[in-house]
């Protein structure tokens, strides 16, 4: 049957299964939106093309399927670059498709012409530069195995105009090997050695603590990680990118560790003399100051990607595996520590001691930012979604909202990326039509994609927004204030300009405002009574707030600064 390259590239898709796109036409890629309209998947019009790679990501992390993004050449393609290279920090599956210019004028300085692939070489597990018709179903089919299988990532296909106009017979590939994937293979045995020198640590730890990164979501392993951590009484910590992956109310969960993280999560660590480390990469928001890290524990890593091991701590054992197989083999050895009440006891003191705390709330206002999040939280429906920007209303919607299953929080990790909580939210959405979800973003991050909310309402795609506005870049104001003598330079937003509510509504949105506890009641209670457009709410929130626990960058972890009521005490 002869086809199009645009129809193959379509049909393609739908043999992967790929149910929705988020994307942007333009003259490149305008081949390939033709069959789109024939096509049983759907394609969510965009404003910007980073809110398509944001939307693709926010898809993925919601269903645990990759996130599909499709956008023009030259612009087009580099405002997607963002998006990909934070798919590319957190390990998200996802796949963007660029319009590239005809091949006859690649080289050439050709209108709208861009080398994307050259570009995102070193933030894509694999990018492709179709050079004939016939490639399209093996790139596709390629892409999708790669962003997949081994550490997840994104895979880029860069398909020339003329190739996507001109006519192939159509074909798809049904095994592995017509990928043309040499040197690839993601699978790799368990090394029964290493697992035995695992076991051999573990009895011997008095003081072990469960490190647990996004990797164990990624494998799917939050399951066999509540049955090993149950059976060996072990303290589980779950890094910023894992929240979820351990049910925050489970009597083991210590928190997330780090720069933000509980005191007794960092001071356990800190403490340790076995950290097992579950598809984490011991990322520098974590460790502190690297020679002060943990520094009396004995570390087995494991990870999916060899190139993780020895890359900031040097591991006692490492064991390639994804964290689902490594912890079914620990358990099938009956790996377990001996007695754990004495470091128990210590670990209760901690949490006594140094819970989360915030100064009390003002009936007047502003409002505290936590108290906003606890509220939110205590009116949501379980298996809410939650997905949030980057700065302090991140650290604090980690902290205060109780996470109790996988792909219910949903944030920028490793690239710290403002702007990704909206159409973040609005990809998890048409993932989960099903759950409600949230964006707790700050007033900073808003205002760089919320443009997406017209995407969001013309769609139909009713999500719930709480900007926590405390008229700054919040976290920047934090460090000017700490670490700069209170110098506050180019920080100060102004509260009321973009006015939100009207903002809001002129993107067809329901606008709410909130500037006192009563008011914060009524809107978090009209908020969720609406369930067919997407709601804002301004919160007015205390731009003196700051988050605690704090570890200044490149601190030791033992240094950790707890909130001012708690302070005198802290060891």
Same mark, same amino acid.
């Given at each position: 049957?002869?086809? =199009?390259? /645009? ?5 393609? !898709? ?12 333009? &003259?490149?890629? !305008? ?32 269903? &645990? ?12 393609? =580099? ?7 934070? @798919? ?10 660029? &319009? ?46 790669? /962003? ?41 045995? !368990? ?47 779950? =890094?910023?990118?894992a929240r979820g992956a351990f049910p925050d109310s489970h009597e083991q969960h210590l928190g997330m560790p780090g720069m933000h993280g509980m005191y007794s999560a960092v001071t356990a660590i800190q403490r340790s003399d076995l950290l097992i480390s579950l598809g984490a990469r011991f990322d520098d928001r974590v460790t502190g100051k690297i020679p002060t890290f943990a520094a009396g524990a004995k570390v087995i890593h494991v990870d999916i990607d060899k190139a993780e091991f020895n890359k900031v701590r040097i591991a006692d054992v ?11 083999? $620990?358990?099938? @050895? ?21 819970? $989360? ?32 920007? *980057? ?16 792909? =219910? ?27 409600? *979800? ?19 309402? @013309? ?33 100060? !937003? ?11 509504? @002129?993107?067809?949105?329901? &606008? ?60």
């Open positions: 049957m002869q086809i =199009t390259g /645009a129809q193959a590239l379509i049909k393609s !898709l739908e043999q992967q299964g790929v149910e929705t796109i988020f994307g942007l036409p333009g &003259g490149a890629i !305008l081949p390939v939106y033709d069959p789109l309209i024939d096509s049983t998947i759907r394609h969510i019009l965009v404003r910007h093309e980073q809110g398509a790679g944001h939307m693709a990501e926010g898809y993925a992390l919601a269903t &645990g399927r990759p996130g599909v993004a499709m956008v023009t050449s030259g612009p087009g393609a =580099t405002n997607i670059v963002t998006p990909i290279g934070n @798919a590319h920090m957190d390990s998200t599956p996802l796949i963007v498709i660029t &319009g590239q210019v005809a091949s006859a004028s690649i080289g050439t300085d050709a209108f709208q012409e861009c080398d994307i692939t050259g570009i995102t070489m070193g933030i894509t597990k694999h990018n492709f530069l179709v050079k004939s018709a016939q490639e399209i179903p093996r790139a596709v089919a390629a892409a999708f195995h790669l /962003a997949t299988t081994g550490r997840p990532g994104p895979v880029l296909i860069d398909v020339p105009k003329d190739l996507a106009q001109s006519m192939m017979d159509w074909w798809y590939p049904t095994t592995i090997e017509e990928y043309d994937l040499p040197g690839y293979r993601p699978e790799v045995a !368990l090394d029964e050695e290493a697992v035995a020198r695992a076991v051999q640590l573990i009895s011997q730890s008095e003081r072990p603590v469960l490190y647990v990164g996004g990797g164990t979501l990624k494998s799917h392993a939050s399951r066999e990680l509540l049955a090993f951590a149950e059976r060996t009484r072990m303290p589980v910590v779950t =890094t910023l990118m490492a064991i390639q595996s994804n964290v689902a197989s490594a912890l079914r083999a $620990l358990d099938a @050895a009956s790996a377990a520590p001996q007695n754990l009440d004495v470091w128990w006891k210590e670990i209760r003191s901690w949490q006594e001691q140094y819970p $989360l705390v915030y100064d009390e709330p003002l009936a007047a206002g502003p409002l505290r930012p936590q108290h906003v999040i606890e509220a939110i939280a205590r009116d949501a429906e379980p298996g809410t979604i939650v997905t949030s920007g *980057v700065g302090q209303h991140q650290m604090w919607a980690s902290q205060f909202w109780k996470f109790e299953e996988p792909g =219910t929080w949903i944030n920028s990790g490793g690239a710290g990326t403002m702007g990704f909580g909206v159409p973040a939210a609005i990809g998890a959405k048409v993932g989960r039509p099903d759950r409600t *979800v949230w964006c707790i973003d700050g007033d900073g991050c808003f205002q760089m994609t919320a443009q997406e909310l017209v995407t969001a309402r @013309a769609e139909g795609i009713p999500i719930k927004v709480a900007i926590l506005n405390n008229a700054y870049l919040g976290m920047v104001r934090q460090w000017q204030e700490m670490f700069y003598d209170e110098r506050y330079s180019e920080v100060y !937003l102004s509260a009321d300009l973009p006015d939100y509510v009207k903002w809001a509504e @002129a993107m067809g949105c329901v &606008g709410l405002r909130a500037t006192n506890v009563k008011e914060m009641r009524d809107v978090i209670d009209e908020a969720n009574s609406i369930n067919d457009v997407p709601v804002v709410i301004d919160f007015r929130t205390d731009s003196s707030e700051k988050v605690f626990p704090m570890v200044a960058a490149g601190a030791s972890n033992d240094d950790i600064v707890v909130h001012p009521s708690q302070r005198g005490g802290a060891k």
